[in-house]
T-cell receptor
Framework: AQSVTQPDIHITVSEGASLELRCNYS??????LFWYVQSPGQGLQLLLK??????LVQGIKGFEAEFKRSQSSFNLRKPSVHWSDAAEYFC??????????FGGGTRLMVKP | GAVVSQHPSWVICKSGTSVKIECRSL??????MFWYRQFPKQSLMLMAT?????????EQGVEKDKFLINHASLTLSTLTVTSAHPEDSSFYIC?????????????FGPGTRLTVL
């Protein structure tokens, strides 16, 4: 069965510092991978996705993620965090029928 | 881009009543929509897959008689929480699959917060 693990439940970084959110997946086939962001009480906004091709994927708001098949990882990065990036981040893997399995989420807090 | 709306954005109801939540794809037709449930500070759990013109497919452990799903048109799916109880209080999010996109991406609605008193 497919699964997604986000090892860090909470992360706090200072504004302007770099960020890396970890995501590991378990899936038998080539995965479709996604990162979403959710502000409190809001729905999900897609940051970026990987389907195939270049393993370094650029997204919105200055985010990027790198697919590493050998490590079954799809970590999200941002070189300089802004206070407005404080939110919940979800990694997800697409499976048969295009259904998504979500990780547990990582709550990002940004210190001024 | 593909836009999905939900109505209402929040609802408060008394225990024992039924509540209907609508999910609409505004600028595309969606033969498949998905309903998720999210408890506070937790991840999204898929409840069911809603297929236009046919019965929904429920995930294991989800009571189909309690969470009625109707997908009567290509732009509308509804989730009805029947005889709601306080434990049904949650954030419900829908998504719609856009067949025009590569790999049939899902686009998410803004969510509906249900509080059962």
């Amino acid at each position: 069965a497919q699964s997604v693990t986000q090892p860090d439940i909470h992360i706090t970084v200072s504004e302007g510092a770099s960020l890396e959110l970890r995501c590991n997946y378990s899936y038998g086939a080539t995965p479709y991978l996604f990162w979403y962001v959710q502000s409190p009480g809001q729905g999900l906004q897609l940051l970026l996705k990987y389907f195939s091709g270049d393993t370094l994927v650029q997204g919105i708001k200055g985010f990027e993620a790198e697919f590493k098949r050998s490590q079954s990882s799809f970590n999200l990065r941002k070189p300089s965090v802004h206070w407005s990036d404080a939110a919940e981040y979800f990694c997800a893997v697409g499976r048969e029928g295009n259904m998504l399995t979500f990780g547990g989420g990582t709550r990002l807090m940004v210190k001024p | 881009g593909a836009v999905v709306s939900q109505h209402p954005s929040w609802v408060i109801c008394k225990s024992g009543t039924s509540v209907k939540i609508e999910c609409r794809s505004l600028d595309f037709q969606a033969t498949t929509m998905f309903w998720y449930r999210q408890f506070p500070k937790q991840s999204l759990m898929l409840m069911a897959t809603s297929n236009e013109g046919s019965k929904a497919t429920y995930e294991q452990g989800v009571e189909k008689d309690k969470f009625l799903i109707n997908h009567a048109s290509l732009t509308l799916s509804t989730l009805t929480v029947t005889s709601a109880h306080p434990e049904d209080s949650s954030f419900y999010i829908c998504s719609a699959r856009d067949l025009r996109t590569a790999y049939n991406e899902q686009f998410f609605g803004p969510g509906t917060r249900l509080t059962v008193l």
